[in-house]
Structures are given as structure tokens and as C-alpha cells.
């Protein structure tokens, strides 16, 4: 199998293209990047002398350029992560977010459907479906109730792919899928964040009052579940993937300061995100009847090697946060502690 993968240096992107080589289940994988900030070429270095591997660094919201390299390269499928990803990001700044999420959504599939691309998996999230009230979880038809604009963007592509296969005829499909983490994560979310401030005793800026829930899923748990979907899931629908892990902020938080022996004194409360979601929580029982999927990963284990990731890849943070980072890393804790 031959895939196209967009957002392929980012966190999830990169997990997927390095697994798939790596188990031989895709003989190439062409991975179109633009490398914005939170690409990384770094990520993908392990399958980058890969005979099945190419890269082309590009937006998705280019036109000639999508049309260009899906003619020339002719996959099975398209596999699309590409996207702006952070929440906070996306209220300091909407636009570069409605623009590649949206918009660059569009291009893709236009292209896709143009060239009569034979599948088409859509990476979303459990964002689209907002705040959701215990004692509830959402399933696939649960309302769409997105709060920040990185939410809607997504809620929007979501609707545009599916109009995409009832319009038509696209082979679609799209995942929603929970907080993910694991070893790549660019330090601007929490787990992550978290991690690093930690090893440097910085403070951790928990953002209220650290209660929010989040469903914690292992990143190679969701990459299977996308390989799932891809193989198994039926054109036109939609698929949630948890990772049946609900845990507060604050509780994260605590267990990353044991894992890394860092005191609590390290928790600094800061405002509130706007808009900020209270809890997310999904039912993954339509995926696991129709494909087998569960995860896998345990959440003390998958955070155990997360943090040891973190400990053995210094160099790695080190040059993400001499970037463009550490300037919407001030700008944003300098808001919420003043
Ligand atoms: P990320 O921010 O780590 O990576 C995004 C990648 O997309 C980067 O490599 C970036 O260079 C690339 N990109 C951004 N704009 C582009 C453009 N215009 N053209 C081409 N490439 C572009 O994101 P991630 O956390 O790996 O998320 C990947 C996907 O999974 C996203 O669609 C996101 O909405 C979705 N998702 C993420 C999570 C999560 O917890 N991180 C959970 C559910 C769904
Ligand atoms: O739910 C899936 C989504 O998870 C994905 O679609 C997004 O791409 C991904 O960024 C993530 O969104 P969140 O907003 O949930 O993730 P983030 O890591 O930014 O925040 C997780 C929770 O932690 C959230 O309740 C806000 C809080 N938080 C976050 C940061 C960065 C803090 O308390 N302090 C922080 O410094």
C-alpha cells in the first residue's frame, strides 16, 4: 500500500509514518509537510533513509502544489493530520488555524477527488463534540458543540469530508480521537509541557482550577486505531477512539511530578483558558466492534516512558524551545500570571 500522509513531522504524523515502514504494512509512504513550527524533520529522522520513504515540503492549502504531488505520486490513500493543533494558539491567533484546517482541508480533498483517489482518512478529534456533562460520554452522533476556533475549524473539516462522500461518493472516513501523548509531543501541550518545565524546576502553569477532565489516549494507540480505519472502517462514517483513561489536570500534573521526583510546590495556578472545555469524554464501542481496536496502553506506563523519553532527549527540547516557542510560550504564561 502506497499512502500519502500530510502532517507527517508533526507528533502524531510522525508515529504513524515511522510505524508504518517500520511494519511493513505501507511499502511507501510519501509524507507532505509544510514544516511550520511544530514540524519537525527530527521526528521522522528513524525511516528517513527508508527506500519506500519521500518528503515534499509543502501547505496544504496550495493547490498546484496538492495536485501536483497526489498526480505525481498516485497513493492509495490519503492519511490527512495536517493541521495548526493547539488550542491556546488558536485563541491568540485564528487565522493561520481556519486557514490550513479548514481551508487546507478543502484543497486536499478537492485534489483527492479530481484524481479519484480510492481512500481518504480525515484525523480529527473529540474537540468537535465540546463540553460534555457527567454522566455522559459522546458516540459518533453525539451534537457537534465546538468552543474555540481550533475546535470549529475541526468541526467544519470533519462536515466537509463527509459532504465529500455524500455528495460524491468519496471513500471518507473520519476519527475523532482523545488528548493524545507519548514521546515527540511538541512542549507546548500539557503533558509535555509538563514534563520539561519540570526537569528544568520551572513552574507548572495549570490553567484554573486544574479539575477539567481530559481521556488520555497512548499515541501509538491511536496511530493503530487510524491503521484500523483505514483498513476496516466504512466509507462515510465516523470513528471515535478513546483512550479510557479520564483524568483532571491537576491529577496529571502530580503524577508527572512523581514520575520525574520534582516537588509540588513546582504547581503554579494561572487564569483560566477562555472557553476552556470542561470535560471530554468519548465511548470508543463503535471502532472496537466493527475493527477490534482497544487500547493498549496502560496510562502509568505510557506517562513512565514518556518522562524517560523526555529525560533521554534533551538535545530534542532543547532546540524546540530555543525557537519560535519560547516567544508564544512568554506571551502566553506572562498573560495568565499577570
Ligand atoms: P502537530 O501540531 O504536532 O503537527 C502538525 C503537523 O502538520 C506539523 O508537522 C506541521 O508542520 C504540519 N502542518 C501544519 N500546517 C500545515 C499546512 N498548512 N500544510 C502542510 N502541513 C502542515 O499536530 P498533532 O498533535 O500531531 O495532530 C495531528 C492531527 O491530529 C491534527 O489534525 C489534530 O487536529 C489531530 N488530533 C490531535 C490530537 C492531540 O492530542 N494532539 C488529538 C486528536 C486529534
Ligand atoms: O482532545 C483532543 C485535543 O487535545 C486535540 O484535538 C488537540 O490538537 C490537542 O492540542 C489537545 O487539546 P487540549 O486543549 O485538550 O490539550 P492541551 O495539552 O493544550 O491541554 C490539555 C488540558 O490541560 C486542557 O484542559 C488545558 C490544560 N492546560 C494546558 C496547558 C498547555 C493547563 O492547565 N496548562 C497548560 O499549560
Same mark, same amino acid.
Given at each position: 500500500m502506497k499512502l500519502f500522509v500530510t502532517g507527517g513531522a508533526g507528533f502524531i504524523g510522525s508515529c504513524f509514518v515511522r510505524t508504518a515502514l517500520a511494519e511493513g504494512w505501507a511499502k511507501q509512504v510519501v509524507n507532505f509537510d509544510k514544516l511550520t513550527y511544530a514540524g519537525n524533520l527530527e521526528n521522522v529522522a528513524p525511516i528517513a533513509g527508508h527506500a519506500g520513504y519521500r518528503f515534499i515540503q509543502a501547505d496544504i492549502c496550495d493547490a498546484q502544489a496538492v495536485e501536483k504531488a497526489l498526480r505525481e505520486e498516485a497513493p492509495d490513500a490519503v492519511v490527512h493530520f495536517a493541521a495548526e493543533s493547539h488550542v491556546d494558539r488558536s485563541i491568540h491567533s485564528p487565522a493561520p488555524v481556519i486557514q490550513t484546517n479548514f481551508n487546507g482541508t478543502f484543497t486536499l480533498?478537492?485534489?483527492?477527488?479530481?484524481?479519484?483517489?480510492?481512500?481518504?482518512?480525515?484525523?480529527?478529534?473529540?474537540?468537535v463534540y465540546g463540553s460534555i456533562e457527567e454522566p455522559h460520554d459522546a458516540d459518533e452522533n453525539y451534537p457537534l458543540r465546538a468552543s474555540s476556533p481550533y475546535s470549529a475549524s475541526k468541526a467544519g473539516s470533519d462536515l466537509l469530508a463527509l459532504s465529500y462522500h455524500t455528495t460524491y461518493k468519496m471513500n471518507v472516513c473520519v476519527t475523532r480521537a482523545s488528548n493524545n501523548y507519548g514521546p515527540y509531543q511538541f512542549p507546548e501541550k500539557?503533558?509535555?509541557?509538563?514534563?520539561?518545565?519540570?526537569?528544568?524546576?520551572?513552574?507548572?502553569?495549570?490553567?484554573?482550577?486544574?479539575?477539567?477532565?481530559?481521556? /488520555?489516549?497512548?499515541?501509538? @494507540?491511536?496511530? %493503530?486505531?487510524?491503521? !484500523?480505519?483505514?483498513?476496516?472502517?466504512?466509507?462515510?462514517?465516523?470513528?471515535?477512539?478513546?483512550?479510557?483513561?479520564?483524568?483532571?489536570n491537576l491529577e496529571v500534573v502530580q503524577r508527572i511530578l512523581k514520575a520525574t521526583g520534582k516537588p509540588t510546590s513546582l504547581i503554579t495556578r494561572v487564569t483560566d483558558r477562555p472557553g476552556h472545555d470542561r470535560r471530554y469524554a468519548l465511548t470508543n464501542s463503535k471502532l472496537t466492534g466493527e475493527t477490534g /481496536?482497544?487500547?493498549?496502553? @496502560?496510562?502509568? %506506563?505510557?506517562?513512565? !516512558?514518556?518522562?524517560?523519553?523526555?529525560?533521554?532527549?534533551?538535545?530534542?527540547?532543547?532546540?524546540?524551545?530555543?525557537?519560535?516557542?519560547?516567544?508564544?510560550?512568554?506571551?502566553?504564561?506572562?498573560?495568565?500570571?499577570?
Open positions: 480533498l478537492e485534489a483527492a477527488r479530481r484524481l479519484n483517489i480510492a481512500r481518504f482518512v480525515h484525523v480529527s478529534t473529540d474537540e500539557l503533558i509535555p509541557l509538563m514534563i520539561s518545565n519540570a526537569l528544568e524546576d520551572k513552574p507548572l502553569p495549570v490553567y484554573g482550577d486544574g479539575q477539567q477532565v481530559r481521556d /488520555w489516549l497512548y499515541v501509538e @494507540d491511536h496511530c %493503530r486505531a487510524i491503521r !484500523a480505519v483505514l483498513q476496516k472502517g466504512r466509507a462515510g462514517n465516523v470513528y471515535n477512539v478513546g483512550g479510557n483513561c479520564s483524568l483532571p /481496536w482497544a487500547p493498549q496502553m @496502560d496510562f502509568t %506506563r505510557g506517562l513512565q !516512558a514518556t518522562v524517560d523519553w523526555y529525560v533521554q532527549h534533551k538535545a530534542w527540547v532543547e532546540h524546540i524551545k530555543s525557537g519560535e516557542y519560547r516567544r508564544f510560550y512568554e506571551l502566553n504564561y506572562s498573560q495568565r500570571v499577570s
